[in-house]
């Protein structure tokens, strides 16, 4: 499909429109005259350059227009599991008719104080059509801050797998989590669904602080956590775990406009107390907003570490516009309470076996909304947050939330561990950490890994933790006071042979491991997969943790997917728990 291009007479309208070629000074110098509040369509001109991946609509403009552009990313983003493009819409307050379909690396985003400030009558939705309905591979996109009406009486889809989100949506209507094949995800929360959740397919999922009519579906592993009307039906009958008020969470920031119609980001407040439901229900949630002016807006291709490095140590927090962002040096964050917010899933790559980013021990730090990518050359970590000690942060913690970390895939590339987190009281929301089981560089000798998530602070508590294919202990608890709600692992698929992968005279490695002496930890909804694809390869233990009255494991499933002949997870913990294997494919802990 051709776009039709802006013209002159829509002067308004132009901040949508990504400018290239002859006509940019023309038209940047058009767009600096104009003087139109937000509301009516144009950016002020003081407004940063978001660059051209950035896509802001308003409701002035034409339906069609706005179509068709996200029709053409879509195009480009459909099948683009390992591409560089990235982007993210930002729909300013008011209501459009738009079908809003999310591809790779997309984000859909709405500029209001609340959900339902921005409309999109219509559908928001994802499915897996490049892949005939299989969303198993369906990753790497996100709506936030947004309503949908859907003008049918259809659900409105959202079949997703991991590193994916779905985050303050309200929808009036049903929702669908897969769209006919099998689908492997995933994230809600702080979102209201006026009808029915239909997970269908969905092998797990973790829903946290949501609002429905109705959830229906079971597969091996949901998990529930300060959600209104959960399902009722008790584990072991079915795979549901439900805990029914969330202990302490700091909700992501989300780009809002503020009184003077510029952009802002919005930073909830800490909600400390046990909580259900949504944040939102009362209006605008407590918190405060920092104007777009006090963060250094990065573009990948432009700025370096150490442009980037020079603001936050001016004192700006650091919007990372879509793109991928290629550092001969680590990201540093030392101010508390810095904010690190990233849009398009946007992607930071170690060149030089460095880290990514580094986090002083400090309060109040959140890093949200980007994927760091291993680079050829081995890193000792993508991120470390904190530094080991014992710095009291209860009352303001860091806030990791929707953070990813690959591992090869889209390139060849290695690192010992993916995340070091050593700052007490850290909360984790929506975290995926993948060592490729496919894609560029996906080999045994090739994409190296030991750890995905290496856990030293105490009292941090995650909600959706997913691990997999790491070729030593997946996730490696070494605090105290651990919480985890809803954890997801995959085995790795290539080990070439059980020598490979062994240690102490024990076969495989636990995908869990909470470290010997740590006395006191939790965890709630843990589903650990296997699929032997090699030589006749055996896990001795899903988990692995120290005995005591202080360690709290509950609803734990073990299941062996396929495999080679003589291929199991032989115990679900600690040599207790029957084996997983090609006569037995799934079994479950009884409390």
Known sequence: MTM???RASDAPRLAAWPVTGRLAAGVVSLIALLTLPLTA??????????????????PSMPAAAIQAKLDAVFREQESSQFGEGRYAYLFRPGTYDLDVNL?????????????????????????????????????????????????????????????????????RGDVDLWDGGWSSG????????????????????LSRNAEWARWSGANWNMVFVGVTNPPSEPWPRKPYTVIAETPRI???????????????????????????????????????TVSLDRFHVARAGKDTAATINSALGAGKHLLLTPGVYHLDEAIRVSRPGTVVLGLGIATLVPDRGTLAMVVDDVDGVTLCGFMVDAGKATSPALLRVGT????????????????????????????????????????????????????????????????????????????????????????????EDGRVFFYQCELPYD??????WRHDGVNGFAAYKVADGVARHEAHGLGVYGVFLHSPTKCENALETPEGPGIRIHHVISVWITGRPGTETTHI???????????????????
Request: net charge neutral; charged share 20%.
């Open 103 to 171: 591809g790779f690396y997309t984000q859909a985003i709405g500029l209001g104080a609340k959900p339902d400030d921005v409309v999109i009558r219509g559908s928001v939705h994802s499915e897996a059509d490049w892949m005939k309905g299989n969303a198993t591979c369906t990753f790497w996109r996100g709506a936030e801050n947004l309503s949908v009406l859907p003008t049918t009486p259809a659900p409105i889809h959202f079949a997703v797998s991991q590193g994916t989100s779905f985050r303050r949506v309200h929808v």
């Open 41 to 58: 369509g144009a950016q002020p001109p003081t407004a940063p350059d978001l660059g051209p991946n950035v896509l802001v609509f308003d």
């Open 573 to 591: 913990r600690n040599g207790k728990g029957p084996a997983v294997n090609a006569s037995r494919r799934t079994a479950l802990t009884e409390d």
């Open 186 to 205: 995933g994230f809600l929360a702080d979102s209201r669904v006026d009808g029915r959740v239909n997970s269908g397919s969905q092998q797990q999922w």
């Open 250 to 288: 700091r909700e992501k920031p989300f780009l809002v406009t503020d009184e003077r119609g510029l952009l802002a980001v919005r930073v909830p407040s800490l909600r400390a107390s046990p909580s259900k439901g949504v944040s939102w229900s009362g209006g605008e949630d407590r918190g405060t």
């Open 4 to 6: 039709p291009g802006p």
């Open 388 to 479: 080991p000690g014992k710095k009291d942060h209860a009352g303001d913690p860091t806030l990791l939330a929707d953070v990813y970390c690959r591992v090869g895939g889209a390139t060849v590339g290695s690192a010992d561990a993916c995340i070091l987190m050593d700052s007490d009281d850290v909360i984790g929301d929506n975290l995926w950490i993948w060592r490729a089981d496919h894609g560029a560089g996906a080999k045994w000798d090739v994409n190296r890994a030991k750890n995905g998530l290496i856990v030293g602070g105490d009292r941090v508590t995650i909600y959706g933790l997913f691990v997999e294919h790491f070729q030593e202990y997946q996730t490696l608890w070494k605090g």
């Open 495 to 500: 080990a070439p042979t059980q020598d490979a």
